[in-house]
């Protein structure tokens, strides 16, 4: 059954906590990437990988990191230095980068108070 | 830089009537990317167009891009309870997708 999966879908952390969301795919995309929606709002870019070990700042990286060791995985990390954490995060994958559709994952949905 | 336009931002509709939601580019689009958002769910991938002028159609949805690869509109016929949801357009600029702030569809029973 392919198709990407993001852990857990509901996450909840204190203000100043670094906090790692999981992102797994197993469509054999090379490229993912990860974008932050916000209630009433588009998908915002954070990061995307086109390969394994090198990603790419979309328009809002500053906060996050990111890492690509495996072609399957492609986790992200809010920092404490990201002002307005509290959002809903969905990760996506494609064939390449460029004119191939996005498929995308349930999402998490992270709360800092 | 890049920017994708898309209105209305909400559209309220009785079951039954039309609806139509439009996404605009200031600058020459390569392709552009629909996708559908169900409430509290993720974007799902509709269509893509890359043609000038390119009209597709899935059932009661039709897709349009405009002759100059600035515009293109989703027009849904007869809305039914199932169609409720997000639309985004996304715009590909090169290798890049810019994402509309999307249409928000609601269809009253």
């Known amino acids: 059954d392919g198709g990407i999966t993001q852990s857990p879908k509901y996450l909840f952390r204190k203000e100043g906590q670094n906090v790692t969301l999981s992102c797994e795919q197993n469509l054999n995309h090379d490229a993912m990437y990860w974008y932050r929606q916000d209630p009433g709002q588009g998908l915002r870019l954070i990061y995307y990988s086109q390969i394994v070990n090198d990603f790419q700042k979309g328009d809002i990286a500053e906060g996050y990191s990111v890492s690509r060791e495996k072609k399957e995985s492609f986790p992200l990390t809010v920092t404490s230095a990201q002002k307005n954490p509290t959002a809903f995060y969905l990760c996506?994958?494609?064939?390449?980068?460029?004119?191939?559709?996005?498929?995308f994952g349930p999402g998490t949905r992270l709360t800092v108070t | 830089g890049q920017q994708v336009m898309q209105i209305p931002q909400y559209q309220h509709v009785q079951e039954g009537e039309d609806f139509t939601t439009y996404c605009n580019s200031s600058?020459?689009?390569?392709?552009i990317q629909w996708y559908k958002q169900r409430p509290g769910g993720h974007p799902v991938f509709l269509i893509q167009l890359v043609k000038s002028g390119e009209v597709k159609k899935q059932k009661r949805l039709t897709f349009q891009f405009g002759e100059a690869k600035k515009n293109s509109s989703l027009h849904i016929t007869a809305t039914q309870t199932t169609d409720v949801g997000t639309y985004f357009c996304a715009g590909g600029y090169g290798q890049n997708f810019v994402f509309g702030p999307g249409t928000r569809l609601s269809v009253l029973p």
């Open positions: 996506a994958s494609s064939i390449d980068r460029g004119r191939y559709e996005q498929y």
């Open positions: 600058t020459t689009l390569s392709n």
